[in-house]
């Protein structure tokens, strides 16, 4: 099983945020669950990524071709494709992986849980997204979606698309073990 790691690229961050995503590459590599991640050597992608490494594991790195010239790619990986727009690397990812797991980051990270959330709703995956909420980071994602909810932007069963985990085990349990199952939003807003 590959699981696709979203998070932060920038080394700015506190620690705890680097060090819980190194973490979870070795709690992943010693479960024999390899990476895809966007390829960065820098923030939680390269956290997990060295996490995983040192751990034996198989890490698929992915970026387009444009980040070569920032040197900012990690080296170790056991496979890398490199693609010509962002879409396309992320499109990649979604499609070599069989769950997702939310680490913390800035926009794109958002934007990458988004797609695959909205992919999730209109059915087309039925893969586990568990969100990765160190330190309550994703607390106020928690809030923003209730509140979606409440307002009649997102429906209930919008919510039991996407898991949150304080921890790295439980987390891992929940997507080793998930069962395909979506909730056919669709069919419950239009009456089909």
Known sequence: MKICVFGAS????EKQYLESAYDLGREMAKRRLGLVFGGGNCGVMGASAKGV????????????????????????CTEFKFTQTMAERKTFMEDNADAFIVAPGGIGTFEELFEV????????HSKAIA?????????????????????NFL??????????????????????????????????????
């Open 117 to 124: 959330y909205t992919l999730k709703q209109l059915g087309r």
């Open 10 to 13: 920038s080394d700015l961050i």
């Open 131 to 151: 969100i990765y909420n160190v330190c309550g980071y994703y607390d106020h994602l928690q809030e923003l979606l209730a509140n979606s909810v409440k307002e």
């Open 155 to 192: 429906l209930p069963q919008s919510l039991e698309l996407i898991r949150f985990f304080d921890e790295i085990n439980p987390m891992l349990d929940y997507i080793e073990s998930y069962d395909g199952k979506t909730a056919d939003t669709m069919s419950v807003r239009y009456g089909r």
């Open 53 to 76: 490494k040192s751990g034996g594991g198989y890490v698929l790195g992915v970026a387009p071709t444009f980040m070569k010239e920032y040197n900012l790619l990690y080296d170790n």
